[in-house]
């Protein structure tokens, strides 16, 4: 693993033990920055720190539910005391209900909405102040093309475009800080949350007929932490292959050039 450059920064993950953080934190950990794996299951977010300092990485990991407040609290004491502050925060906490509209109750339906939308809110807030401080700081969401797109699955779709919304809400918040707030917006990522199904359709409906590799999400992200990309804020940057731009619209072309 390359040795830690001047520019390394203090990253914390939400999520960091799910399948598209494995990407997010080897990349993270590859550049030098030491990476904070933060996460519901204790254990898992331990072993995600761990995989990260046998490489030869720094990491160390806590545990918080992101629709808690209190869990935030919490972890912002603990990150305080035993890190000190942090550079850069990147949401990626996240579910998936596979659950259509009849098939919901409100409180699942809420509780999608707790973990995808009001967790990085309660994060945003907490960690908002020291990452203005650093006068540099950093803040990504893990957003997705479903909250452009729409979605099967409402309480997903409708959680994703809220958090897009709000990274663009914040710049006011965070105008003049130093801080921008930018969302990555993935289409099908190889994880094993993504059913076969859908893994089937990716040739049919990406036109680079690819699936996205989490390690290309982590790319993205530790571009944004680079002082190169100051000026992009308030944005969604998509990571779909182009499938946003033809969604739901056209399928492949039965032969190069033909006619949509």
Known sequence: MATTPSTSKTVLVTGAAGGMCAGINRRLA?????????DLDPAAAKRAADEISA???QAASFEVDVADEASVQRLKEAVTSEIGAIDALINAAGILDRKYLMDHDVASF????????????AMIRTFGPELVQAGSGRIINISSIAGTTGYPYPSYAASKAGLSNLTRSLLLDFWGTGV??????PGVVDTPMVIQEVRDQVARKVPTGQIVDPAEI?????????NDARNIN???LLIDGGATQLFQLFDRPATAGADA
């Open 30 to 38: 590859e550049a030098g920055h030491t990476v904070l794996c933060v």
């Open 55 to 57: 490489a030869g990485g």
């Open 110 to 121: 809420k509780r999608a909405l707790d973990i995808n939308l009001v967790g990085p809110f």
């Open 180 to 185: 921008t707030v930018n969302s990555i917006c």
């Open 218 to 226: 982590g790319a993205l992200a530790c571009f944004l932490l680079t």
């Open 234 to 236: 308030g944005a969604d």
